[in-house]
């Protein structure tokens, strides 16, 4: 299969901030955390635009990101900046679609398994839509806050999620992301804006 890192370039400056110090989780902090998802659960359609660079296995690539989130249904574009190649990750209604290969257009109930198996690519897409938001997708998951209470680290499903930075809104939402499985896959996310879908 036409692994699509080969004609991306990697963003510079995606990995050059540094992850905060953590303070210990205690009842207020994960109080607050609980708040946020909430909040951000009851806007289930949002977008963004920014940057995403990924690698798995030494392979991979990086581009213009545009995320379209409507509940559980979704729209990614990846667009290279150099080379102009672009592809889409679409689900609806259950069923997910993956256009912009040479291969043309291909359809499978599972985005994430679909795109690893035309890419090579490991992105987490269904958690990624929490962890983008600073949120823990479902299941059991483990929490850092930084300095500021808002997270610095949730570890869920064998990831790691670093957050670098925040924005200002309310509720505060994630600017750069750093997410790794061990030493299989990294996902680094800069958010340019946040937005309605």
Known sequence: ???LGVALLCLAGLSACVPAPVRE?????LAAQAAREATLAAEPHWSLSGR???NANGEGGSGRLEWRQQGDDFEIRLAAPVTGKS???RQQGGLATLEGLEEGVLAAPDAEALLHD???WRLPVQALAAWARG???EGAAAI?????GLPAMISQQGWQVEYREWDAADPARPRRIFARQGDQASVRLVVDAWGSP
């Open 1 to 3: 299969m036409k692994r």
């Open 25 to 29: 989780a205690d009842a207020g902090l």
């Open 52 to 54: 995403l660079a990924v």
């Open 87 to 89: 592809w889409r990750l």
């Open 118 to 120: 035309a890419t090579g």
């Open 135 to 137: 949120a823990r997708a």
């Open 144 to 148: 850092e806050f930084g300095p500021t």
